[in-house]
T-cell receptor, first 111, second 110 residues
Framework: NAGVTQTPKFQVLKTGQSMTLQCAQD?????MSWYRQDPGMGLRLIHY???????DQGEVPNGYNVSRSTTEDFPLRLLSAAPSQTSVYFC??????????FGPGTRLTVL | DAKTTQPPSMDCAEGRAANLPCNHS???????VYWYRQIHSQGPQYIIH???NNETNEMASLIITEDRKSSTLILPHATLRDTAVYYC???????????FGAGTILRVKS
């Protein structure tokens, strides 16, 4: 099992550009989540999904869109990148009643 | 989900037990205590969780007070590789929303 994979590992964007952060898991987990982590802080929940076709907002959803068309994939879209979105983004997955597994992260810089 | 309070940092000598405290005085009856750690900006890693009984696995032990208002994570023989940020989180078990605080930076020193 590859676990939770994220691409790209690093990305630099200009203000106003859009992009999609990819997340995939091969553990057949129902739950998937996106978090962001700013320097010196804990992770904050952006969006989450409890199954294919079902998504909901977390603590900091503004500026991000998600969709869940398959169990395996949970992409995060930045609609119009802003410097405030410079952060490290982590994807996680889990099955009900079990711990979350996190991906290695995507380090995003918005100039 | 209930809020937790942890010390910002702790030091521990290599080979000694590391005891990391966590206060969660507003925890509800159906909320579990979870511990994760994050090593050098990697993705967080699950360590252990419990409801009201003490728990032990191959990584650590979790001691929860009888009133459930606080807990302690114990790494029995800390190594340099245990240097990390440790997060104490309380949440209902059936759910995937984790609320992270600032955590405790544990420095294991030789």
């Amino acid at each position: 099992n590859a676990g939770v994979t994220q691409t790209p590992k690093f990305q630099v964007l200009k203000t106003g550009q859009s992009m999609t952060l990819q997340c995939a898991q091969d553990m057949n987990h129902e739950y998937m989540s996106w978090y962001r982590q700013d320097p010196g802080m804990g992770l904050r929940l952006i969006h989450y999904s409890v199954g294919a076709g079902i998504t909901d907002q977390g603590e900091v959803p503004n500026g991000y869109n998600v969709s869940r068309s398959t169990t395996e994939d949970f992409p995060l879209r930045l609609l119009s990148a802003a410097p405030s979105q410079t952060s490290v983004y982590f994807c996680a997955s889990s099955s009900p009643y079990n711990e979350q597994f996190f991906g290695p992260g995507t380090r995003l810089t918005v100039l | 989900d209930a809020k937790t309070t942890q010390p910002p940092s702790m030091d521990c000598a290599e080979g000694r037990a590391a005891n990391l405290p966590c206060n969660h005085s507003t925890i509800s009856g159906n909320e579990y205590v979870y511990w994760y750690r994050q090593i050098h900006s990697q993705g967080p890693q699950y360590i252990i969780h419990g409801l009201k009984n003490n728990e032990t696995n191959e990584m650590a032990s979790l001691i929860i007070t009888e009133d459930r208002k606080s807990s302690t994570l114990i790494l029995p023989h800390a190594t340099l590789r245990d240097t990390a940020v440790y997060y104490c989180i309380v949440r209902v078990e059936y759910g995937n929303k984790l609320v992270f605080g600032a955590g405790t930076i544990l420095r294991v020193k030789s």
